[in-house]
């Protein structure tokens, strides 16, 4: 992990419980089922993780899988699936497995199955969207059956972040399971070691999961999870209000606070380790023209964003880093900041007159995503005349238009990455799995190529802030906000740590019920 404010002060400052927090200290009989809502999506297209996109499939798989690392309750790396890692040089890693760790089959997970994984994941053939964390690798060499060593060509600082259980795409999975059931039964019944398998899947309403009889550390204390897909944030709250789920991977932004007054809930929430932007087609008009991108940006105001979109539970970002990862200081860059005269002094020098300005903004997802998206279009358009439209669509539609290259613009925006390479390298890189974007700036890319390579903590945190503003210039997308995260619960639950990546299925091992 490079170095950043994420500190347990900064989390367990960030953290705000509700009253009932600390009564979790009381222990309680298990109660058999834990339901889980995950709120905002209605899709889950794999559980396979080398597969996995989505944040609603990865809120599933940290429940079935581990990975070889994982982030502790204060943002530390440490031993997952590895009992022990060390650095034996700048370019390769050793890892000792735990010889306990088991398979939801009892088959035991061995080097071989890691070398696998990590193999497949860099393998052309599987399209993984993660592929771009591990072109660096040179080679998983496997010394026993227990331990084995990845060398990479040149160092390569996001390694162990891009080995831990989030959104990573490297959750070890068992080579012989996955041949034997094939890559379509795998991805909706995997085999992994994680504490809780599938034990049905009924598409676009939940999936089942049930405790793993072998798995790293202690029972599950609770039997069973019904993970329910909720579309509405809304109605995930009702749902939970209604007592018909226990916990909710989200809430809506309007109404944190009145829920931090209920003492039959917890609230969870902290300054979240997301971005969100206005995604831009810089191969199309009227995109394609830096002026427009430039002057557009200044045409809308993100502080009132922040107040009429997430109602003040995030704040206006400079970048698109968020400040959970690298704190800014001082008022935001010229070019995020709304200015109308300078916007139209700036539209002024583009080859596209306002009034021929007419491209359609895809928005999605819960009420606010699409709120960000009305209230963009209708001050830009105030601010300088043009004709920009807001279009629907759900989650599904609008992604595959983005990896199409099919759309002129869209609000988009990532939760749950974890290094300052998933930020600037997946999403405005010239490999970049998440670029979908069209842009390429050597410049920038070079300040990527050395942000990769350095293996200082400080010395990186600077290069990725240069290279963070250098792509201003630039605009490819139009940073916005960074929202907080919240999880909400009824005040029967016990046990879960949040996390500043929007953690889910890997507390429900660790929750009881109270009765």
Not at 35 to 55: E, H, M, Q, W, Y
Not at 470 to 485: G, K, R
Request: with cysteine.
């Amino acid at each position: 992990m490079t170095p950043s404010v994420l500190t347990r002060r900064s989390l367990v400052a960030g953290a705000v419980l509700s009253p009932l927090a600390g009564a979790g200290l009381v222990r309680a009989e298990p109660t058999a089922t834990l339901r889980a809502a995950i709120a905002g999506f209605s899709v889950l297209n794999t559980l396979d993780p080398a597969k996995a996109s989505l944040l609603s499939e990865n809120y599933v798989i940290w429940a079935l899988f581990n990975a070889l690392l994982r982030f502790n309750a204060r943002m530390e790396i440490e031993g997952d699936l590895a009992a022990r890692f060390s650095v034996l040089d700048s370019t390769t890693l050793e890892f000792s497995l735990r010889p306990e760790a088991r398979f939801h089959d009892g088959a035991p997970v061995t080097a071989d199955d890691v070398k696998f994984s990590l193999e497949r994941v860099l393998d052309p053939a599987t399209a993984s969207p993660n592929r771009g964390k591990l072109t660096a690798i040179e080679a998983v060499t496997i010394r026993d059956p227990l331990t084995l060593r990845i060398s990479t060509r040149t160092p390569f600082a996001p390694l162990l972040s891009a080995l831990t259980n989030t959104r990573t795409g490297t959750q070890i999975v068992s080579r012989a399971a996955l041949r034997e059931l094939g890559p379509e039964a795998f991805a909706r019944a995997p085999v992994g070691s994680g504490p809780y398998r599938v034990r049905a899947w009924r598409p676009n309403e939940r999936v089942e999961l049930e405790a793993a009889a072998q798995h790293l550390g202690p029972p599950a204390r609770i039997p069973r999870v019904d993970v329910l897909l909720i579309p509405e944030e809304s109605s995930g709250l009702t749902a939970l209000l209604g007592q018909a789920v226990d916990l909710t991977s989200t809430a809506p932004f309007a109404d944190v606070r009145a829920l931090e007054a209920r003492p039959a809930l917890q609230v969870f929430k902290q300054p979240g380790l997301n971005t969100r932007y206005v995604a831009l087609n810089n191969r199309q008009a009227p995109f394609d023209d830096l002026h427009v991108r430039r002057a557009l940006s200044m045409a809308f105001d993100r502080n009132a964003l922040v107040k009429a979109v997430l109602f003040g539970e995030g704040t206006a970002t400079p970048g698109l880093l968020p400040p959970a990862l690298l704190a800014h200081q001082g008022p935001l860059p010229d070019l995020v900041t709304y200015n109308p005269d300078r916007a139209r002094a700036e539209l002024a020098k583009a080859r596209y007159r306002p009034e021929a300005i007419t491209a359609s903004v895809l928005v999605w997802g819960s009420s606010w995503w699409r709120r960000f998206g009305e209230i963009v279009v209708a001050q830009i358009n105030q601010t300088l005349g043009t004709r920009l439209t807001v279009q629907a669509g759900d989650t599904n539609a609008v992604f595959a238009q983005l990896r199409a290259g099919a759309y002129q613009a869209a609000v988009w925006g990532w939760l749950g990455l974890v290094d300052y390479d998933e930020y600037l390298g997946d999403i405005l890189g010239a490999t970049g799995a998440r670029n979908f974007q069209g842009y390429a700036n050597p410049a920038f890319d070079a300040l990527l190529a050395e942000g990769r390579t350095t293996l200082d903590p400080r010395s990186r945190a600077a290069i990725y802030a240069r290279a963070d503003r250098l792509m201003l210039e630039d605009m490819p997308v139009w940073p916005a906000f960074c929202s907080n995260i919240h999880q909400v619960a009824t005040h029967r639950l016990v046990g879960f740590t949040q996390l500043p990546y929007s953690n889910f299925g890997d507390q429900f091992a660790h929750l009881e019920l109270r009765a």
